[in-house]
């Protein structure tokens, strides 16, 4: 049974006196309008009159013209809304300045009432559409709803993103390359903590990123421990979504790539007195990244999406990292249409995601069985299970691939008939592509879309769960 629950009665929150010391300040002295421009729109005012008051002024300043009560006055004529009284209302608001100096607070209190305003009519819109009986959304949907226009309005205000003429997109783009020229030999984005790569990549830059592997290649290694590490130390808030890992076994890693000592022997609390000092060092250095870990287990889009708004509104957000595609769960219609439409569904809704935070994503893939088949197993394209979506909505495609992994399962055994020279002979090869193997790892970037596409190599430690760079770190040739 349901029963009503009376609503409180709700002022509207608006302040009259700062709309009209703005609007006599501005036409007092245009320049007062500088200082308000970059957040302040008319329809942040509540007053109608005043809403139509300030775009005339904007109007006029964009043409690099005098607003003040008489060419206010005509302006209005010419548009044909020009009333007696507003020359009247106009004069009787600059009559009223007292200063021009407080411009920018009289904006700010107008913008912050317009968004209690905003606040409030979010408010009764979720609880009309909550409390309304036969609602045909879940309450899923609902609360989904209601998020996205928070996040909008915290995050712009309610305001339109705004569609930039060509001069303008001519500009940031310039902006950016100045900003790239000054940080030059610096990866644009993100930096991945592996120097070839952050020079084919640029960095991570907003788009979506997939890294493919077979189990075990290190793919979570390379993109929690590396990546992830690498990107907090230069300051950069991650979010992590583990589906398969404890969040507790991820900081396990972080302080095995740390310190050096094996996340199986943390585990087995088999400590010396020296590692145990060496630990709890890196518990205040790793403690103070700014990296959160989310471990729920099969994880759908829409947690993501409600996840990271939350969190940038607490924390900030510039990388989100997803290990893995396929432990992650589609609408129950796409996961009943099979395989194919679920991963078209995740991967449309990252790219949703990427724009909607302008972070990059990195989304972690498992590959087809098949290529163990191979006598070459380094992966492709192909390898992708329901690969079509993938191809598309991603900006860059990788795959981790490291040979010694599979050298190390296949040391030659010898055959009843063969002979010993034969046998030493096998076992020497054997060897010594498990030498030129070792700690060797290859990243193989097959798409690339602003970039070149290649594979370079990495050092992997297996203990410290770390890849780092082959040349500068380790010497190899
Ligand atoms: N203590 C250790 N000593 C040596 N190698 C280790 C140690 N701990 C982990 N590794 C190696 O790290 C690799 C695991 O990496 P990771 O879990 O990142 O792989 P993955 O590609 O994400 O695989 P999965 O999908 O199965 O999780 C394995 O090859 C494993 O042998």
Not at 157 to 163: I, K, M, S, W
Not at 233 to 240: C, D, F, H, M, S
Not at 259 to 280: F, K, M, N
Not at 431 to 456: H, V
Request: aromatic letters at 6%; a negative charge; glycine letters at 8%.
């Amino acid at each position: 049974m349901s029963h009503a629950i009376a609503l409180p009665e709700v002022r509207v929150p608006s302040n009259e006196e700062a709309e009209q010391a703005l609007l006599g300040a501005i036409l007092v002295n245009n320049r007062a309008f500088e200082r308000v421009a970059d957040f302040l729109r008319p329809e942040h005012f509540h007053d109608p009159l005043h809403q139509r008051i300030f775009a005339a002024i904007a109007a006029m300043i964009d043409r690099g013209q005098t607003a003040n009560p008489v060419t206010l006055q005509s302006a209005f004529e010419r548009q044909g809304d020009g009333g007696r009284d507003e020359v009247g209302y106009l004069a009787e608001l600059v009559g009223n300045v007292v200063t021009v100096v407080n411009a920018a607070d009289y904006g700010r209190t107008i913008r912050d009432a317009f968004l209690c305003r905003q606040l409030i009519e979010i408010g009764f819109d979720m609880i009309e559409t909550a409390g309304r009986p036969g609602v045909d959304k879940d309450a899923a949907v609902l609360i989904e709803e209601a998020e996205s226009q928070l996040f909008e309005l915290g995050e712009r205000g309610g305001a339109l993103r705004p569609v930039l003429s060509s001069a303008e997109g001519v500009e940031a783009a310039l902006a950016a390359t100045e900003r790239a020229w000054r940080n030059r030999g610096q990866p644009l984005g993100i930096t991945t903590g592996l120097a070839d790569l952050d020079a084919k990549l640029g960095g991570l830059l907003p788009g979506l990123y997939v890294l493919g592997a077979r189990p075990s290649m290190g793919k979570s290694a390379l993109a929690f421990n590396t990546i992830m590490l690498a990107a907090a130390r230069t300051g950069a808030r991650v979010l992590g979504f583990s589906t398969e890992m404890a969040a507790e076994k991820v900081s396990r890693r972080h302080l095995a790539a740390h310190t050096g000592i094996p996340a199986d022997r943390q585990a087995q609390g088999d400590l010396t007195d020296e590692e145990w000092c060496r630990l709890i060092d890196a518990k205040a250095e790793l403690g103070a990244l700014p990296i959160h870990l989310d471990d729920t287990p099969g994880v759908t889009v829409s947690h993501i999406r409600r996840t990271c708004r939350r969190h940038k509104r607490r924390h900030g957000l510039d990388l989100i990292i997803v290990d893995h595609l396929h432990r992650m769960r589609a609408s129950p219609q796409a996961e009943k249409q099979g395989e194919t439409a679920k991963i078209t569904e995740i991967t449309a809704a990252l790219c949703s995601i990427w724009k909607e935070f302008q972070a990059p994503v990195l989304l972690l893939a498992q590959l087809n069985r098949g290529l163990e088949m191979r006598e070459d197993k380094r992966p492709s394209m192909a390898d992708l299970r329901q690969s079509g979506s993938i191809e598309q909505d991603a900006d860059v495609i990788a795959f981790l691939y490291r040979e010694e992994y599979y050298l190390s399962r296949t040391e030659p055994g010898r055959r009843p008939d063969e002979s010993d020279d034969k046998f030493n002979e096998r076992y020497e090869r054997w060897t010594r592509r498990s030498d030129e193997a070792r700690g060797i790892a290859e990243i193989i970037i097959e798409k690339n879309r602003d970039g070149p596409i290649g594979t370079i190599r990495a050092h992997f430690d297996g203990p410290r769960t770390l890849f780092s760079n082959l040349y500068r770190d380790h010497g190899n040739a």
